[in-house]
């Protein structure tokens, strides 16, 4: 049964999580994938996402510029294949700066 | 594979209409996906028990389709502590007063039914009355809620006309030489010209009360000027220390008592006025008694009331001098 602080734990380690995710959607989408693939390789990198947070974050990047999807037919079956659009890989620069800010503000913070 | 449709279509249903078929070809082709990554694992057809334990593992339909929507809510989390502060507002300043005023009303108007007969008569009433003032007061902070997204009027607003910060246990002083004029002025007036028992005797009536109210009479201009030194002791000292709170509750506790014993006392010995027979003059003089008694529940929560109200100072005092608590701003005299 999970404690009090487990539970917090997890609500804090998903808040942290959440704001990287973008980022990291947007690096691997540098190269084209669809929903699926993109999902096993950001696990491969230790990021498992749930589908149900994945897939309505594509569309809001999607809605937002910052990717372009298309369908095409793959393995006899229609996959939406999405790409890092050319506003996307501005806003990609500006996050990576702004994430490696971050990093490093709170590595010097957090080390014992 | 019904099932896995019976999914999508749960889902499609709670979809915007213009993305409906999009988003569900793409979330089929991902199932697709996944199902046959977990047969090649498990060498077989997925049975129908691997499926919903895979659809469940997906979430709930309404769940899944609540991702892709816009977050929306009657009342979003800026306004919604408002909100409630406002309902509590509601609740302690009208709803309360007015269920008590409703139950000694239809007492007073149906003496002969239990108090939880009346009670219940009450509910009955304050049941829409409730539904509509809560239905009132959601549908103006829908309406704030639009509007504050649409103008962001929160945003808009000045340091300086925050409201001053208010020190509770800081007695005003005009307030304590009103009480103290008050208290004294109503001491001299009541041994002056009420400590008799003929009360009333002009224009050919005559009242006369029996010897409970000369004790009545005494008690509360003893207890006026009681409230007289304690006003007078507050405006010297204008902030409210334990002990004056607790001599504040303790005259009001005497007062009630005072005024709910009259009440209950049949006080009225005799009433005459002219051309009135004996008969009908007695029958006056127990009607006043009958109705004096039947004030008694209003007096009651009157005085708990008052009572309450002092409750929570002295308790507030003691609290806000407890050396556990840092006021630096405020200072607390005692007596």
Same mark, same amino acid.
């Given at each position: 049964m999970p404690t009090q602080t487990d539970a917090?734990?997890?609500?804090?380690?998903?808040?942290?999580?959440?704001?990287?995710l973008v980022l990291a959607v947007l690096a691997t989408l540098r190269?084209?994938?669809?929903?699926?693939?993109?999902? #096993?390789?950001?696990?491969?990198?230790?990021?498992? %996402?749930?589908?149900?947070?994945?897939?309505?974050?594509?569309?809001?990047?999607?809605?937002?510029?910052?990717? %372009?999807?298309?369908?095409?037919?793959?393995?006899?079956?229609? #996959?939406?294949f999405y790409l890092l659009s050319a506003h996307g890989e501005q806003i990609l620069q500006q996050l990576r700066a702004e994430w490696e800010a971050i990093n490093s503000s709170l590595t010097s913070l957090v080390k014992e | 594979m019904e099932?896995? /449709?019976?999914?999508l279509h749960a889902i499609e249903f709670w979809l915007p209409k213009a993305q409906r078929k999009d988003i569900i070809a793409e979330l089929s082709e991902d199932l697709h996906s996944q199902i046959e990554e977990q047969q090649d694992q498990f060498g077989h057809k997925m049975s129908d028990a691997e499926l919903d334990a895979l659809l469940? /593992?997906?979430?709930?339909?309404?769940?899944? &389709?609540?991702?892709?929507?816009?977050? /929306?809510?009657? @009342?979003?989390?800026?306004?919604?502590?408002?909100?409630?502060?406002?309902l509590k507002i509601w609740a302690l300043c009208w709803l309360t007063p007015a269920a008590v005023l409703v139950v000694l009303v239809k007492h007073t108007q149906h003496p002969e039914l239990p108090w939880t007969s009346t009670m219940s008569l009450t509910i009955g009433w304050l049941w829409t009355a409730v539904f509509v003032a809560i239905g009132t007061i959601t549908l103006a902070f829908v309406?704030?809620?639009?509007?504050? &997204?649409?103008?962001?009027?929160?945003e808009n607003w000045n340091p300086r006309k925050l409201p001053p910060v208010?020190?509770?246990?800081?007695?005003?002083?005009?307030?304590? &030489?009103?009480e103290a004029v008050f208290n004294s002025a109503a001491a001299v007036l009541l041994v002056c010209y009420t400590s008799s028992l003929a009360i009333w005797d002009s224009s050919g009536v005559r009242i006369h009360l029996t010897s409970v109210w000369l004790y009545f009479v005494w008690g509360l201009a003893f207890l006026s000027l009681l409230n007289t030194a304690l006003s007078t002791a507050n405006f010297v000292r204008p902030y409210?220390? +334990?002990?004056?709170? @607790?001599?504040?509750? &303790?005259?009001? +506790?005497? *007062?009630?008592?005072? %005024?709910?014993?009259?009440l209950k006392a049949h006080v009225v010995r005799s009433f005459w006025a002219s051309g009135l027979s004996e008969a009908k003059?007695?029958?006056?003089?127990?009607?006043?008694?009958?109705?004096?008694?039947?004030?008694?529940?209003?007096?009651?929560?009157? *005085?708990?009331v008052i009572l309450g109200i002092d409750l929570y100072r002295v308790l507030r005092v003691t609290r806000d001098r407890s050396p556990h608590l840092n006021h630096g701003t405020v200072t607390v005299s005692s007596l």
């Open positions: 917090v734990f997890e609500n804090l380690r998903l808040e942290l999580r959440r704001g990287s190269a084209e994938q669809y929903g699926y693939t993109l999902r #096993k390789t950001l696990g491969d990198y230790g990021l498992d %996402v749930d589908e149900n947070t994945l897939y309505p974050l594509l569309r809001r990047l999607e809605t937002q510029g910052l990717l %372009v999807s298309e369908w095409r037919e793959e393995n006899k079956r229609n #996959k939406r | 099932t896995l /449709q019976r999914y469940k /593992q997906r979430g709930n339909p309404l769940l899944v &389709a609540n991702r892709y929507l816009p977050q /929306q809510s009657l @009342i979003g989390p800026v306004l919604f502590p408002l909100y409630k502060f406002v309406v704030l809620e639009r509007v504050e &997204a649409k103008t962001h009027f929160l208010r020190d509770p246990n800081k007695i005003s002083r005009a307030s304590s &030489a009103i409210w220390s +334990t002990v004056r709170s @607790i001599i504040r509750f &303790a005259i009001d +506790t005497a *007062g009630t008592i005072l %005024v709910c014993w009259l003059a007695l029958d006056t003089a127990n009607t006043i008694n009958i109705w004096l008694e039947r004030s008694f529940p209003y007096a009651v929560v009157a *005085g708990l």
